[in-house]
């Protein structure tokens, strides 16, 4: 007759962490919001299309922030018996819905750069205004990347919100490049030069979050997980013979799920080191794969023999 057991551990958000993000995410929200209507006024006066543009593009991002903020708060919430694991995978639809916005918004300043491109100049840019806004524009932009580069490292939410206001601080810098060259040379079609230059450097980055964002929601493996070496630190444990039905998956990037049956000799169940072994798992597969939640089933060989093929 076989015995199994299973053993878990479980690690939830982290709330200091959370308290932190949004923290970051709430003063960025408002300097991106100042740096909007400053803009907005800027193009106004100043005549700037490109700094019109650049506001477009500003707002979108304040709107991807607010998505990000609001996908962070619900992440927080506790897990429920509707929801085990929590509300973790609201910030990979948050991250979905930013590396879309993303992509709108690299359509939008392609179609207005191609448009300028060819039409002819009818207006007078006042240059110096323009370059004077985008400059303020790129400072509070740098300032919001310092705010937000903690987080960015291990959320895929924050990274989302810290690579559009990287894309807004491109924009800026790219309105003082063509700002720079309308004062120096009066060619105004720099403008749109500027703007496909902008496009091509977001197309990117938008593209390797929506992939991740589809890794995580197609429960593939997490990028940099090696499974072989998994199965082989498991079966380096003292008493397991072989190992089987394995799985890994991610909730959100940076909680990575592990599962699998675990075939053990008859010793591990008489002597009783099956919590022995559980916890040496579980440990090894925290430490070395930065796995958040374990679960093993532990089993004798004659249990495992009876088990269905799609389970090997």
């Known amino acids: 007759?076989?015995?199994?057991?299973?053993?878990?551990?479980?690690?939830?958000?982290?709330?200091?962490?959370?308290?932190?993000?949004?923290?970051?995410?709430?003063?960025?929200?408002?300097?991106?919001?100042?740096?909007?209507?400053?803009?907005?006024?800027?193009?106004?006066?100043?005549?700037?299309?490109?700094?019109?543009?650049?506001?477009?593009?500003m707002l979108s991002d304040l709107t991807g922030l607010?998505?990000?903020?609001?996908?962070?708060?619900v992440a927080a919430r506790p897990a429920t018996d509707a929801r085990t694991f929590g509300h973790r995978r609201a910030?990979?639809?948050?991250?979905?819905?930013?590396?879309?916005?993303?992509?709108?918004?690299?359509?939008?300043?392609m179609v207005e750069a191609v448009t300028r491109l060819f039409e002819p100049v009818v207006a007078t840019v006042q240059a110096p205004l323009m370059l004077l806004v985008a400059i303020l524009g790129a400072l509070a932009n740098t300032a919001g990347l310092l705010v937000l580069r903690g987080g960015a490292?291990?959320?895929?939410n924050m990274r989302g919100a810290y690579l559009e206001v990287l894309g807004d601080l491109v924009g800026s810098v790219a309105v003082i490049v063509a700002a720079v060259v309308i004062l120096l040379?009066?060619?105004?079609?720099?403008?749109?030069?500027?703007?496909?230059?902008?496009?091509?450097?977001?197309?990117?980055?938008?593209?390797?979050?929506?992939?991740?964002?589809?890794?995580?929601?197609?429960?593939?493996?997490?990028?940099g997980t090696d499974v072989a070496l998994i199965r082989e630190h498991v079966l380096s444990k003292p008493g397991v013979v072989s190992v089987h039905d394995v799985h890994v998956w991610s909730i959100t990037p940076g909680a990575n799920v592990f599962s699998a049956h675990v075939v053990v000799d008859q010793a591990v169940f008489s002597e009783n080191r099956t919590d022995q072994l559980l916890?040496?798992?579980?440990?090894?597969?925290a430490e070395h794969f930065d796995v958040a939640h374990s679960t093993f089933q532990l089993e004798l060989e004659e249990h495992a023999d009876h088990e269905v093929e799609q389970h090997r």
């Open 1 to 57: 007759m076989s015995d199994t057991h299973g053993h878990s551990h479980s690690h939830g958000l982290d709330p200091l962490t959370g308290r932190t993000n949004r923290a970051r995410l709430l003063i960025t929200i408002g300097i991106v919001s100042v740096v909007f209507v400053v803009e907005v006024i800027g193009a106004i006066f100043s005549g700037s299309l490109a700094l019109l543009a650049d506001a477009g593009h």
């Open 66 to 73: 607010l998505v990000a903020l609001v996908a962070l708060t």
């Open 91 to 109: 910030e990979v639809f948050g991250a979905l819905a930013n590396g879309l916005i993303l992509l709108v918004v690299v359509g939008f300043i």
């Open 153 to 156: 490292k291990d959320s895929i």
């Open 185 to 223: 040379t009066g060619f105004e079609r720099a403008d749109a030069i500027a703007s496909l230059a902008i496009a091509a450097l977001i197309v990117p980055r938008a593209l390797g979050l929506l992939r991740d964002v589809l890794r995580v929601l197609s429960q593939g493996t997490p990028r």
């Open 279 to 285: 916890d040496g798992l579980s440990e090894c597969l």
